[in-house]
């Protein structure tokens, strides 16, 4: 029993080690966008600018899944199973990923008739390859379980992608060319940086190359295409509709109200911040921890969860003040950022439900539950957008988003007898949803309403929340976090 309960105590600090170190790296990187997203509303001219520069990135989104074959998931999933060789593990990703590029160059001539692509072409087709080759690679160094070197690339790369924006956007004032280099740059700089220091470059083996492991990887990863275009038609999609179907509206060009939309993400980033800081981590003990796995990943979900559900409260009742750190022809942006709150907050659990695929590799479902979500939230677009204008955009995410968790919660049951207590997770959206409406319906003292709700919310999720401090306070205060956590816990057991 005492040996049941110390790799239990194990495999949980385990994880809140690993999130700690990946909280290094992710969270530096997401910090560049909560702080290059204001600086982008001064630095870029008119509004339409940036709206043109995220739909020019989106664009190249849209085509990395293509060129990297889903090779990101294979590599980590299959660099992770210890029978492996990891040169051919790597090997087999590069190669997928320079094959899948050679081809998106012999596309080149019908390519350019797409719009915005004659012009920015070239451009996208170098962030593409960059940020493939980027994934390839902290996602191999991940599955090697170089968690520190993945903490410094992360720091490494948000600092100079940061400079890179200063340099081409404030020095040459360069616009959208600029935006798009300035990724492009950091991303190569990673690319540099773990090539040095990994001295990946000895994990390249041409010669005897093992084909049958490169086809269970494709095998593996070739569903993941359509399943991340799935994830780029939901989270993406709306900036296209609201660029072509807003044209005019109110004044405002189609580019300048998807620039208001993309500025409406801004908040929402923090907890998509939260999310890929855990899921980091969480990836490596969900395929490495076998041993109680439906306790574990309802436990964890449990508190994962509880977490998500506070910060979604605190952004939205905080979202109308804090959203003046921005230009002021940016505020109305304010609109889009409470149901894009709810949307990010089931992202983030579609996100640790995938690690159930991912563990059972059964990425068809993966996919099959991402393409229902896409489907649905493109009929929702048109029509809400149609009924309400732009912010309709935002509620088609959230109920697109919500039909995926719904989808793989049930799968995440039938497959490893994981539960997600539906009824707490309904009772918690139902709470947000009442709050985004109080503040977009701009009632009386709004402020005080939401901000009543939001501790509500906080009341009902204490347990869970305490449950993810009880794993980190130790690891993050030694001593006094374990001392800390006795107090609170003896002072709960007399209550």
Same mark, same amino acid.
């Given at each position: 029993?005492? =040996?049941?309960?110390?790799?239990?105590?194990?495999?949980?600090?385990?994880?809140?080690?690993?999130?700690?170190?990946?909280?290094?790296?992710?969270?530096?990187?997401?910090?560049?966008?909560?702080?290059?997203?204001?600086?982008?509303?001064?630095?870029? @001219?008119?509004?339409?600018?940036?709206?043109?520069?995220?739909? #020019?990135?989106?664009?190249? =989104?849209?085509?990395?899944?293509?060129?990297?074959?889903?090779?990101?998931?294979?590599?980590?999933?299959?660099?992770?199973?210890?029978? =492996?060789?990891?040169?051919?593990?790597?090997?087999?990703?590069?190669?997928?990923?320079?094959?899948?590029?050679?081809?998106?160059?012999?596309?080149?001539?019908?390519?350019?008739?797409?719009?915005?692509?004659?012009?920015?072409?070239?451009?996208?087709?170098?962030?593409?390859?960059?940020?493939?080759?980027?994934?390839?690679?902290?996602?191999?160094?991940?599955?090697?379980?170089?968690?520190?070197?993945?903490?410094?690339?992360?720091?490494?790369?948000?600092?100079?992608?940061?400079?890179?924006?200063?340099?081409?956007?404030?020095?040459?004032?360069?616009?959208?060319?600029?935006?798009? %280099?300035?990724?492009?740059?950091?991303?190569?700089?990673?690319?540099?940086?773990?090539?040095?220091?990994?001295?990946?470059?000895?994990?390249?083996?041409?010669?005897?190359? =093992?084909?049958?492991?490169?086809?269970?990887?494709?095998?593996?990863? #070739?569903?993941?295409?359509?399943?991340?275009?799935?994830?780029?038609?939901?989270?993406?999609?709306? %900036?296209?509709?609201?660029?072509?179907?807003?044209?005019?509206?109110?004044?405002?060009?189609?580019?300048?109200?998807?620039?208001?939309?993309?500025?409406?993400?801004?908040?929402?980033?923090?907890?998509?911040?939260?999310?890929?800081?855990?899921?980091?981590?969480?990836?490596?003990?969900?395929?490495?921890?076998?041993?109680?796995?439906?306790?574990?990943?309802?436990?964890?979900?449990?508190?994962?969860?509880?977490?998500?559900?506070?910060?979604?409260?605190?952004?939205?009742?905080?979202?109308?003040?804090? +959203?003046?750190?921005?230009?002021?022809?940016?505020?109305?942006?304010?609109?889009?950022?409470?149901?894009?709150?709810?949307?990010?907050?089931?992202?983030?659990?579609?996100?640790?439900?995938?690690?159930?695929?991912?563990?059972?590799?059964?990425?068809?479902?993966?996919?099959?539950?991402? +393409?229902?979500?896409?489907?649905?939230?493109?009929? +929702?677009?048109?029509?809400?957008?149609?009924?309400?204008?732009?912010?309709?955009?935002?509620?088609?995410?959230?109920?697109?988003?919500?039909?995926?968790?719904?989808? &793989?919660?049930?799968?995440?049951?039938?497959?490893?007898?994981?539960?997600?207590?539906?009824? &707490?997770?309904?009772?918690?959206?139902?709470?947000?949803?009442?709050?985004?409406?109080?503040?977009?319906?701009?009632?009386?003292?709004?402020?005080?309403?939401?901000?009543?709700?939001?501790?509500?919310?906080?009341?009902?999720?204490?347990?869970?929340?305490?449950?993810?401090?009880?794993? #980190?306070?130790?690891?993050?205060?030694?001593?006094?976090?374990? @001392?800390?956590?006795?107090?609170?816990?003896?002072?709960? @057991? &007399?209550?």
């Amino acid at each position: 029993m005492e =040996n049941e309960k110390k790799a239990g105590g194990d495999k949980y600090s385990k994880l809140a080690g690993n999130t700690i170190i990946f909280a290094i790296s992710s969270f530096s990187s997401k910090l560049l966008t909560l702080i290059v997203q204001p600086f982008l509303t001064y630095a870029m @001219a008119e509004i339409s600018d940036l709206g043109l520069s995220k739909i #020019l990135s989106q664009y190249a =989104n849209l085509l990395i899944p293509f060129v990297s074959m889903g090779m990101s998931n294979a590599i980590i999933r299959f660099g992770l199973d210890k029978g =492996n060789s990891e040169k051919q593990v790597f090997t087999n990703g590069l190669l997928t990923i320079l094959g899948g590029f050679g081809i998106l160059v012999l596309c080149w001539p019908v390519a350019q008739f797409l719009p915005d692509m004659a012009q920015y072409g070239l451009l996208i087709y170098i962030y593409v390859l960059m940020s493939c080759l980027r994934t390839l690679c902290t996602q191999f160094v991940r599955s090697r379980q170089w968690n520190k070197l993945v903490a410094v690339d992360g720091v490494l790369c948000t600092v100079a992608t940061m400079a890179f924006y200063v340099l081409y956007l404030v020095g040459f004032r360069w616009g959208a060319n600029g935006y798009l %280099l300035a990724i492009i740059s950091g991303d190569f700089v990673s690319v540099l940086f773990l090539m040095l220091t990994g001295k990946l470059w000895n994990f390249i083996e041409l010669k005897g190359l =093992n084909k049958t492991l490169w086809k269970q990887m494709l095998r593996f990863s #070739l569903p993941m295409i359509p399943a991340q275009i799935s994830f780029w038609i939901i989270n993406a999609s709306d %900036l296209f509709f609201v660029r072509e179907m807003c044209d005019g509206l109110d004044g405002h060009s189609g580019d300048a109200w998807s620039g208001l939309l993309s500025t409406g993400y801004f908040l929402p980033t923090i907890l998509t911040t939260l999310g890929l800081i855990f899921y980091d981590a969480w990836q490596l003990s969900a395929v490495t921890e076998e041993e109680g796995r439906a306790k574990f990943f309802t436990q964890i979900f449990h508190t994962y969860s509880s977490v998500l559900f506070c910060c979604a409260a605190g952004i939205i009742w905080l979202c109308r003040p804090v +959203m003046h750190i921005m230009k002021a022809n940016y505020y109305y942006a304010w609109h889009f950022v409470p149901f894009l709150v709810m949307a990010s907050t089931c992202s983030c659990f579609n996100q640790f439900m995938n690690s159930v695929y991912v563990v059972n590799k059964k990425s068809q479902r993966s996919m099959v539950t991402m +393409m229902a979500g896409a489907v649905s939230n493109c009929i +929702m677009n048109y029509f809400f957008i149609k009924w309400w204008g732009p912010v309709g955009a935002t509620y088609a995410s959230f109920l697109g988003l919500g039909l995926v968790f719904t989808l &793989r919660a049930i799968d995440a049951h039938g497959m490893i007898g994981m539960r997600v207590h539906p009824g &707490r997770v309904l009772v918690n959206a139902a709470a947000l949803v009442f709050e985004a409406f109080v503040l977009l319906a701009e009632t009386p003292l709004y402020g005080l309403w939401t901000g009543l709700i939001t501790a509500l919310i906080i009341l009902y999720n204490f347990s869970g929340v305490w449950g993810m401090a009880r794993i #980190l306070l130790p690891k993050i205060l030694g001593r006094r976090g374990k @001392a800390l956590v006795a107090v609170v816990d003896g002072w709960a @057991a &007399r209550k």
